[in-house]
């Protein structure tokens, strides 16, 4: 008896935050879901009554022809490609660029060391907006960076503002402070005595690390993917501000979809697809909670 009284006091202690998860967020997934099925009354007539190019499921269960007619519109593949190649060279700039900067850090060990550790991680506490436009400032056509290339007799340099390459510029920098801290914090949990070893035994820095430091520190480097990836899949501010008008990455897509064209429908698809990427992307994270919490020793 007593313990059944146990847990019920521990549903009750736990129920809130699992209601207000409920409430404001599984509530508007299952409406956007239905939504996007056809189905245009109860929690969705307000915004059925003012939208356009609409598709109803007519009392049916579901209907796909939102998703069809947007899945096979050239413009939005062109913004999925484009988001997916964002994404990945993003994803593959901030591992590398975390890696050097946190090896660097756990093995040198000295003040240029952490004085360059200190210096990646500034970005965290830079407002995105702020950093979109200093990036429009120093890259664009008319900013620092080609107004010196010209200067120097080189014209022809190009200019990274409005344009997919400005998105992944600035995506690294956004998402570079969270990757050094994740990884640079694996780093320095493994011992020294493990680095120590395989150095001992005839293998070169860039070997030993490769052997010894990366498999041990590879959960917290797929968190840190993960994590990144997912928030690079539904950036807004920084694609809408550097990148171009078309294509663009899903995010400014929805948005335009929504407010320029005034078809929530198909903008809510949009999001659906955007949920699917950030799921796949999620799945290694998962994965190394997982392994990372069957890892752990047990309590005594």
Not at 205 to 234: D, E, H
Request: a neutral charge; proline letters at 6%; glycine letters at 8%.
């Amino acid at each position: 008896m007593k313990t059944a009284i146990q847990r019920g006091w521990y549903f009750l202690a736990a129920s809130p935050p699992v209601v207000l998860v409920a409430v404001f967020i599984g509530f508007p997934i299952a409406v956007t879901v239905t939504y996007t099925l056809g189905h245009l009354g109860g929690a969705n007539s307000a915004i059925s009554s003012i939208a356009l190019h609409q598709v109803s499921s007519h009392g049916h269960l579901a209907t796909f022809g939102a998703y069809s007619a947007v899945l096979t519109s050239h413009s939005f593949l062109e913004d999925l490609v484009a988001t997916v190649w964002v994404t990945a060279a993003s994803v593959g700039l901030v591992l590398l660029l975390a890696w050097l900067v946190a090896l660097y850090g756990r093995l040198a060990d000295t003040r240029v060391a952490r004085l360059l550790t200190s210096f990646a991680v500034v970005p965290l506490f830079i407002p995105v907006v702020i950093g979109s436009y200093a990036i429009l400032q120093f890259w664009s056509y008319g900013g620092l960076v080609k107004t010196l290339a010209h200067a120097v007799g080189l014209p022809g340099f190009p200019a990274l503002g409005y344009t997919l390459g400005g998105v992944v510029l600035a995506e690294v920098w956004v998402s570079l402070p969270f990757a050094v801290l994740m990884i640079g914090s694996g780093l320095r949990s493994i011992p020294d005595s493990a680095f120590d070893a395989a150095r001992d035994a005839g293998a070169s820095v860039a070997r030993a690390a490769w052997t010894v430091l990366l498999p041990m520190n590879l959960v917290p480097t797929i968190i840190a993917t993960s994590f990144t990836g997912i928030s690079i899949l539904g950036s807004f501010t920084v694609p809408y501000l550097v990148g171009p008008t078309s294509p663009n990455l899903l995010g400014p897509d929805a948005a335009q979809t929504f407010q320029s064209f005034n078809e929530p429908q198909q903008a809510e698809v949009i999001a659906m697809v955007i949920f699917a990427l950030a799921i796949v992307v999620a799945v290694p994270y998962l994965w190394a909670t997982y392994r990372s919490n069957n890892d752990a020793p047990s309590a005594a």
